[in-house]
């Protein structure tokens, strides 16, 4: 090593490991105080020193940014490790309650999905004064079964939260029959709350793989048959009233006629969607949203995370 190498480390080892102040190592090395910083930061420029942050914030942070680089997304915000799936759920609810509770103030409308990420979400909500707001169910929320996860459930708990107005969804997420669907789409009722809620400031969604994990098979509004079509037509995810292809495309299937809700084309559409989702099986339903720009904000759980920076 030359003598000037020699400095940089001497300098550089009485800082950062001996924890020196660069007044003493002035006094030791025989140099002005200002020379220390030189060599200090000369050290670095040359990676003789390299500062690393081991820590799990930092290491968050930085995933994080890399995804909405990757994926040109306003924010991706990754919630802490959890020890169960129910447990990624709260987790993801939590972020989502930091994260948007910080921007109602500045909207008006603000659209709900349903699903049981969502209803963790709601149940974190804090009590705060938004009265100037107004909750929209974006999907049919009437059912006979699992209520505390419907759309209309849900609006209803959060606009007691937020001490604002609410609306409700008055059909079922899927209806017996096509006519049945028309029927309730031509009522003022249906007509009003669907146009509402494609002009919603912000919505929250919820985001499912229907033939592995999906709200509409877990409340049984799909079953068997309904999956094993869903199959052949190649539908990889669903949100809102949507069943969706690996290019983010509506696929027709007897069940999706059926549906009532806002589409995945209303969504790309609204100014800030946030998706909330858990569990690798969604990464295949994720990505071709992102792709169609449907997502703005993504709240995710590691495991998603992981393979999405793969």
Not at 47 to 67: K, S
């Amino acid at each position: 090593m030359t003598k000037r190498t020699d400095l940089l480390v001497k300098a550089a080892m009485l800082f950062y490991k001996e924890e020196v102040t660069q007044t003493e190592i002035a006094k030791i090395l025989g140099v002005s105080r200002p020379t220390v910083a030189t060599l200090l930061q000369e050290a670095k420029d040359k990676g003789i020193v390299r500062i690393t942050i081991q820590h799990t914030e930092y290491n968050i942070q930085q995933r994080q940014e890399a995804l909405e680089k990757k994926y040109d997304l306003k924010t991706v915000i990754i919630a802490p490790n959890s020890s169960s799936h129910k447990n990624a759920k709260i987790a993801v609810g939590a972020c989502c309650v930091e994260f948007i509770e910080r921007r109602l103030s500045k909207i008006n409308n603000l659209g709900i999905g349903w699903g049981t990420t969502i209803y963790e979400y709601v149940q974190q909500a804090n009590y705060r004064n938004f009265s100037d707001l107004s909750i929209v169910p974006l999907i049919g929320g009437m059912g006979m079964s699992e209520f505390q996860y419907h759309s209309n459930h849900l609006a209803f708990i959060l606009a007691q939260k937020y001490g604002c107005n609410v609306n409700y969804f008055y059909s079922p997420a899927i209806a017996d029959t096509v006519k049945i669907k028309k029927i309730l789409e031509d009522t003022e009722l249906v007509r009003t709350i669907l146009n509402m809620g494609k002009n919603v400031d912000m919505a929250i969604m919820g985001v499912g793989n229907p033939v592995l994990s999906s709200s509409y098979r877990q409340f049984g509004y799909i079953h068997e048959s309904d999956v094993i079509e869903l199959e052949k037509s190649q539908a990889i995810g669903d949100i809102g009233a949507t069943f969706f292809d690996k290019n983010a495309n509506a696929v027709d299937t007897n069940i999706s006629e059926k549906m009532i809700g806002i589409s995945l084309t209303d969504l790309i559409n609204i100014p800030d969607v946030i998706v909330l989702a858990t569990g690798k099986e969604k990464v295949n339903s994720i990505k071709p949203l992102i792709h169609k720009k449907v997502i703005d904000h993504l709240i995710i759980d590691n495991e998603i995370a992981e393979a999405l920076l793969e």
